[in-house]
């Protein structure tokens, strides 16, 4: 029976989509057993100047900004009275867009490019911070967010698996119709 309990877990995650109510843009969520995962939609122009005010040029971050950012925010929803170690690694999800799989570009991934590209120290210190990290390990109660790269142009519609263990059990669920903001312009809003 237990081995019945583990197969259905993965089948009970709920899947959601809104608009977020800080960020004001569209969000993409999965809720399952213990966790909570959320993806909000960045517009390039926001990552252009979250990362222009910390010392990057704007030759260095475009690339970056061409790539569709998220903001992830990741919660073990789990309770001291009842605790479930959360962890992940980035390098397990995979995107699904075009007909075609790939990875997420990590903090790892970005190494080499801001080195061949000049970005000075501190600059590349304040974007590995910025980014969610590749690997993580949360506690009841734990949360963590931070900027992922999915390595897509603006617009582009794309599916995500996700991977996770739970207390050590293999979690996977798929988010689909995952949407990267749009290159537009706004202005920014006053309220």
């Not at 877990?9 to 213990?34: H, I, K, M, S």
């Not at 120290?121 to 506690?139: G, I, M, S, V």
Request: aromatic share 10%.
């Amino acid at each position: 029976m237990l081995l019945a309990i583990d197969f259905l877990l993965p089948l009970l995650a709920v899947t959601a989509t809104g608009v977020d109510d800080e960020a004001r843009f569209p969000y993409w969520e999965v809720r399952d057993n213990d966790v909570s995962i959320r993806f909000v939609q960045r517009l390039p122009d926001q990552t252009r100047a979250f990362f222009l005010a910390r010392g990057f040029k704007l030759n260095q971050i475009e690339s970056a900004a061409q790539s569709c950012v998220f903001q992830t925010i990741v919660r073990n929803t789990s309770t001291k009275a009842a605790p479930a170690t959360l962890t992940y690694n980035l390098r397990d999800w995979v995107i699904h867009a075009g007909g075609a799989k790939h990875k997420m570009k990590t903090r790892e991934d970005w190494k080499p490019v801001h080195e061949a590209s000049g970005v000075s120290p501190p600059a590349r210190l304040a974007f590995d911070w910025a980014l969610f990290p590749t690997r993580q390990e949360y506690n009841a109660g734990d949360y963590g967010w931070g900027m992922s790269v999915f390595g897509l142009k603006p617009g582009t519609r794309f599916d995500l698996d996700l991977v996770w263990q739970q207390d050590g059990r293999p979690r996977r669920v798929r988010l689909k119709g995952i949407e990267c903001a749009p290159d537009i312009h706004p202005e920014p809003s006053a309220e």
